[in-house]
């Protein structure tokens, strides 16, 4: 129950620094009887994977996924599922020379504080690799939900700096690796991108996640809402500064007449809400999205401090991302998977047997 | 842990419903020695109540707070703080009519669907009625931050409808009864809350909060963020369908030249982070938004179901804000001050004897 | 997860002092639909009472309980079940001079050396009386586990002083108010306790719990074990030091091939197990028990010291049992029917649709 | 949450299999700045390995653990410590011809009975290879009790068979492969052993573990009470059947007059509390036992079924302790030591700037 693990009864426990041997995780609380294998953790490790592209970080990683625990004969058994995932290509060499300054709006400064000692290398702790243990553990709670619950869990790229992507199908978010959801217009986001690189700069992205199939009934109503549960997920990815459910922030300009999902037995007349009401699933799609911010780690110089607190300059140079949200679509679908499989098991402990005298209306009825 | 407790070391578990007996708390974990009479918590369940003017329901609840226990001359003890708030102006009868039709945009089908029965009496656990329990633990939890760590958790409306107002300072806030932070555009609230009572009609909001001196360090690095926490606990407030946490979803189109905190000896140079890097406190302002949707319940007529699935039509005629974001000012306050206050006592157990080598920087610089 | 709840999915807060204005809980997780009143918690509150026989203490509560919340149209919503039990009869006049002395084997020392402070009223926090507090949460999971389950979960006294009980039936153990399963052999306890009496004297007592009925497959294998999570209940228990599954502490001079259960198609030819291996309950009855401490609270005179260290002399003249067992038994029950059901819904979570291709055996096989 | 994670803010999470790539665990809340390297664990974990003597099972398994993280420069980071043991001689054959049928007193029909599905390769998840794990994290533990506050948790073996030991000092406990306190009294414990192996028999033991130094006020009142701790702790452990705490079972028929430790300026003149009252930790030391039960695995034959349920007959032949309690004080210690870790914290969290009143007295006095 300490900081490292996300969820109250699907528990993923995390662990791991950029450099150190080896960075992995524990899922305990998997229901047994899952088909599971190593590749299955692999192909979405292998989406979030650098070096992808010449537009992500050219780190070498094969991020080959090893399970230790908890699978026997091809499926799991109900024991704790552990994962390694071996640091072979750290070249710490690159960040010796800022060890000791901090790296402006990264977590450097605020580890000295809280810690009073910090691993320096490649950010250590607060390294966006560590999002590699939540994409391996969200593929199992993917594969469990879309298998005996037909729930399926889709991100897409929704903006990047000033261009923004409308969402048309999801075929084209998986032929390109920005997770574009329009073919045509990824040339646009590669020439941002060099244009970026060139400027040493770096710029922010949106990303949506939607979950379809969702049952309704998901959820605690007070406090452990399944909006809340999934504001806590998201938020937790590094660079991301803002969530929303449904129409998020454009409900406040709203009117109650216009924002309506009214109900009628063939369906919800709309989804403003997002797939949740009073904590709840509806039974309708989840719609969220993140706000990403820019990458911080930029070589254009900036001021900062050193671990004694004197004035000093920095210039990163090491491999980054010049958006982290062109990696960020895996991370948030497994965030979101993760928080979708904990609330099913917490429904089905307390309402497994519930049969209520009211049916289930269809999703969405376009009325 | 059930989905009715906030907090790891601080928690406030919360019961009730709207026409119920009670409402009420138990804060467990609280330090021993804070001082505290239930004047304390009045204080603030006083600035949330409604019927305090003309512009909020007119339900009449004193929300008089009783203190059970864990409280001893004057000062806690360290054992639970539990209190109720006794309910005595229910007028169930308002609600008899809407008993078997779902209001649109409430919890009413999700409850039915997960729970197969409901409390019907005024949305029953729904019921924003909930939220006096949020106020009056978070009530306890900000005496602490103001008394032993010199914190300060305040927060005020930014923008109602289409109507955006800007901070300028934090007297006029607690002057009129919108948290309005510009006296002179209090009538302009007043005008649109008169207009949407007369077309039968609501509208959103947004508000924000802001914590002043947090001490840097607070905050898990993954997983348990401060920024995460404070992310589950807004969103779990009633009609909240979105969070920032400092410039929130304008990093989108940010530049990271343009969206950086440089670090100086003198200070940070801005705070676009919003007091938060890496998860962890950075001993700036916490800054953190919230988007509430327009009140559901409104008299224009809608289209519905019953509890069989029948098509029906439902107006909402009871007592309610035309805007919940006018009263969710201490509701936010309280649910940052419980995670702050959570999150003080996580860093005590895990770093309380840590000696930093690195200086504190002063919050911010303008420079 | 403060240090005054128990449970992981049925969940049991408490709070309440001696001689606060009341003591009670809130039970969190409980399915919804269970039907449910105050008489069903008044029920083994009446069996822990004080004040049934002249054999117990004679302080005088109803101990009469109300539901706050949880409950509707006679049944369980499932959101939060609160209850309160006011304190009427406090006398603390009693306790008034011995307030700044502590008793010796009570927590009076260690309140004062943790927080700093305490409420000496009757022992505050620290009293048995809180025991009421678990046995109205303890009724609520009893009811569910008979009307669901079919499980029954029933404790006697088999010990007391060096008076050794055996159990016959269970029709005795309810005909008198020392849970003595041996009718026959209630005056010879009478006339301990009256000799305990008149000597300022008090002795230990051994109860056992039995729970029938309980399904194979309960309790998680490594650390949260069904039997390690009656240890923690039963051990929270006030004056109690020992606790034992099955054998218990006989099984240290055992062999091996005396000590086993086998196993047969018509069933286990043995329970010295008490119905847990490895762990996981076998579908046996599952049989523990407690060991309590004499009464603390005694009137012949001991060395002690006060509130700053001093040498005083005490002699506790209150009302209290000269034996805390006797009125053991329904608090016993209830922390086991506490873990039971939170393990059947711990259980239903993870594996509520497991086929498994092995039958199951009958519990115990007289063979 | 799950069933393998152990603490509250020292959290250990344990996975692995007998026979699986590895087993290993992850700690999580450990302060940062605690010196550590793999020696510190190795110490303990070669303490209790298998194949140290021939009178404990022969398999040979170096138990080499690695640390994956959380440690940097030598020092524990604040961030998740990960370690891993390498399975390196499994030796399955062994046990494929008992794969489908069930060993009595073992965990193999119950896991079948609650995830339908097993790991039979050496016992699987329930093997006593676990231990290992609760070994090397309570290393950490250990180390931090002990260079910090001077806590020093050992234990001995105090029974085995019919076999009393009594402790007299720790020296020789160290000096014999079975923690035994007397060291003349080793060739009769080596006879038993001898004698047990040839009639292909087992038996049970006793062990007790003292924790010298604690502070007083470690333990939450009601319900997480440090005894209470403990004995889930201990009872968590493999084949432990039955725990006590200070007098244990002896308090039932003990007198009030005689069980008292009463309280003075010198300190307290006895300490039948075993360190504990109210749950909470007196200053004295922390005194506990558990009883465990003989080995199950022997080779005299037993009646036992199949995994269909069938009648069968089982031999186990493979390499097995004739008593579990030879290796059991290790994992007896770490258990404790990693509640007291955990209940310091949490300590430090709530009271960490408690000043009392009333000075601390010694922890006992020979009066």
Redesign the interface.
Known sequence: ???????????L?????SH?????G?V??????LSLSEADLQRDLDRRRPGTSKFVTQRREPDRV?????V??G?T??????F?IENVDPRSYDYDKIKDV?R????D???????????PRGG???SAR?TAVRVAGGAIAKKYLAERLGVRVRGYLA?I??LQLRHENWDAVERNPFFCPQAERVPEIEALIDRLRR????????VEVVAEGVP??????????L??????????I?A??????????????????Q???????QGF?AN???GV???????QDIRCAI??????S?P?A????D?????AEIRTTGRHDPCVGIRATPIAEAMVALVLMDHF?????????????????PPTFAG
């Open positions: 129950m300490s900081g490292n693990t996300i969820g109250k009864l699907f528990c426990t995390s662990f791991g620094e150190g041997p080896a960075i992995g524990v305990d609380g998997c229901p047994p009887g090893r399970i230790l625990s908890g026997y004969a499926a058994t109900g024991t704790p599922i552990a390694v901090f402006p709006n990264h977590a400064y605020v580890y000295m504080q809280k810690y009073g000692r910090r691993d250590g702790r607060s560590e903006q700096g000033a400027d040493g700069d770096s710029c922010g992205a949106r309704p009934g998901l959820g605690e109503p007070v406090y452990d809402r909006d809340a549960d999934l504001a806590y997920a998201l938020m937790s590094n991301v500064k803002g969530v929303e459910i449904g129409d998020g922030f454009a409900v406040v300009a709203q009117r109650g007449t924002a309506r999902d009214e109900l009628t037995p007349t403003h809400s997002g009401l009073g904590g709840i699933s509806t039974g706000a990403l911010k820019p990458t911080s930029i254009t900036a001021r900062t401090i671990a004694l607190g004197q004035t098991l917490r429904w089905r402990a307390q309402c497994a047997d519930v049969r209520s005298p009211t049916p289930r209306i």
